[in-house]
């Protein structure tokens, strides 16, 4: 659909208990805001196979389950594994975006979901408690794909999902209408269309009103 409105919809996840973590679901919608079309599903690789503990960086560096079989690390090489993981993770979010302008056409929007923000100390103190390194994880994952986007100039906005309902309402029709619209975007592409796919094709949905909005 090149040469349409291009909009990119990501749900990030961050590994908790046997979830698996470091990676994002993302949908493509093409515009208009009055008719979009789901271009494309798919799921995003965020961690390096090859690099050990790379899904869950904080927990590897403070070497915190499940990792707790593994060498620790002291701060220095604690520090230099994070921000070895921070750019490969930055890198594998920007070569998938290269990948979905290649195949759909230059991406307009960008929608980057989020739970709910919490502020984070140093990362000394963040490595000394389980709970933190949970939190630096969720937005460690979320910013390496909204700083792949800002790199290439995409406009990206961070949407919070407890936002949603209320930022649904900008966008054409009504719940019933807009309910239909991602019923159908689920049979186009069958399964997995479940909570991940339709709050990224949501969130792409908003990019096309913003791309509207701002036109």
């Given at each position: ?25 993302y949908v493509v919608l093409g515009g208009p805001v ?28 403070g070497v915190m389950f499940p990792f707790h079989r ?34 759909h056409g230059a991406l307009n929007a960008y929608c ?104």
């Open positions: 659909m090149k040469g349409s409105a291009i909009s990119v919809g990501v749900r990030t996840h961050s590994g908790h208990g046997s979830e698996e973590g470091g990676w994002a679901a009055s008719e979009p079309r789901l271009l494309f599903r798919g799921r995003m690789q965020l961690w390096d196979s090859r690099v050990e503990g790379s899904n869950q960086p904080f927990h590897r560096a593994c060498e620790p690390m002291d701060f220095k090489t604690a520090e230099a594994f994070v921000k070895r993981c921070r750019k490969s993770s930055r890198d594998m979010a920007g070569r998938a975006l290269n990948d979905i302008a290649s195949a980057v979901l989020t739970g709910p923000e919490r502020a984070l100390p140093p990362l000394r103190e963040i490595l000394t408690s389980h709970g933190l390194m949970h939190a630096a994880e969720r937005a460690f994952f979320r910013d390496a794909v909204r700083d792949a986007a800002a790199q290439r100039k995409i406009a990206t906005e961070i949407v919070r999902e407890n936002d949603l309902p209320a930022l649904e309402k900008r966008l054409p029709g009504t719940e019933a209408t807009r309910r239909d619209t991602l019923k159908v975007f689920g049979k186009q592409v069958g399964s997995p269309w479940a909570q991940d796919e339709k709050f990224a094709a949501t969130a792409a949905w908003l990019g096309l009103d913003l791309l509207n909005v701002k036109e």
